[in-house]
């Protein structure tokens, strides 16, 4: 208890809302639900019955647009990549035809109920190792080609759409060979690439200038952020999981102590202290400036006292 009363950093205070700063690192906030390690899963889902299993150049499109952003980022993520095809797969609301687009839309009123979760199946996550799926939708020569719409019914772009917490969806209208074998070279995929690097960004609480500020970011183009996004990023996300880590340890502390006589495991006792240590080095950290690494000891505090 003595611990947990120890007065926290001062960018603490906007960590709980409305505070000063609190819009400066809500994304931040929101990413430090994440826990450290993840896994990203590359969905390519292809509509329709194909001729032939389709193929795409995934793995070199990984190491070329997405690893060096993947190696940036840590310690703050630890990211791990997977890869799937997923062959007939439907949309659950079916696309009308737009005469002055020339496409077929999905307007925005659709799209919370784009992701067909009764015949994707898409890997499930643990709690320890939480997934972020990145969908790369092929539509049907029947549907393509497809538009998603934004709320005034203009057309998205870049096609892509971002499902908090979970990860985010986009369109490519390629053509499907005559003969079957649907195949995406590395050079076809570098769209879809960069809209899932923006994705990414988002996802994990890279911040990025308020366009009022009239701001242009230059990232680094081989990782795909800027070394004042990577220090930003490293002391949000220490602000938030210092903070998350606190309240499951004070929450921890007000349960048992709301039960009389409760009956605590050696187990639970022995996680309980690894937090509190791993919280203590987390702020040692933080006090020398080494925010990285708070971040770092903060989320594995925060993953094990939950």
């Known amino acids: 208890a003595a611990v947990l009363g120890r007065t926290p950093p001062t960018e603490l205070a906007a960590v709980g809302g409305g505070g000063k700063g609190t819009d400066a690192t809500a994304a931040s906030q929101q990413a430090a639900l994440l826990p450290q390690r ?11 019955v194909p001729k032939a299993p389709a193929t795409w150049d995934v793995e070199e499109a990984i190491s070329q647009y997405l690893a060096g952003f993947a190696a940036a980022l840590r310690p703050m993520y630890l990211i791990q990549w997977d890869t799937q095809v997923l062959h007939f797969a439907t949309l659950a609301v079916p696309p009308t035809f737009s005469k002055d687009l020339d496409s077929h839309t999905l307007p925005s009123s659709t799209l919370n109920d784009f992701l067909n979760s009764k015949d994707w199946v898409l890997d499930s996550t643990s709690s320890t190792v939480r997934t972020l799926h990145l969908l790369l939708f092929v539509p049907s020569p029947a549907h393509s080609p497809l538009t998603l719409l934004d709320t005034h019914d203009n ?23 005559p003969q079957g074998g ?6 076809e995929l570098k769209g879809p690439m960069f809209q899932y690097l923006g994705l990414l960004r988002q996802l994990l609480g ?12 230059l990232t680094d183009s081989s990782r795909g952020v800027c070394e004042w996004q990577l220090l930003s990023l490293e002391r949000n996300l220490a602000v938030a999981r210092i903070a998350s880590s606190r309240k499951a340890l004070i929450s ?3 349960l048992v102590g709301s039960i009389p006589n409760m009956i605590v495991s ?9 937090a509190i240590e791993l919280l203590i080095s987390a702020e040692r950290y933080w006090s020398a400036g080494d925010f990285a690494r708070a971040s770092s000891q903060a989320a594995m505090a925060d993953a094990v006292a939950e």
């Open 38 to 48: 993840l896994r990203v899963s590359l969905s390519l889902l292809v509509e329709g």
């Open 155 to 177: 057309p998205l772009s870049p096609p892509s759409l971002l499902i908090s917490n979970w990860g985010g969806v986009s369109i490519l209208n390629a053509p499907h060979p």
């Open 182 to 187: 649907l195949h995406l070279s590395l050079e």
């Open 206 to 217: 890279v911040d990025t200038p308020q366009q009022s500020l009239w701001v242009k970011s």
């Open 252 to 254: 921890l502390e007000g």
């Open 266 to 274: 050696s187990e639970t006792a022995r996680e309980a202290a690894e």
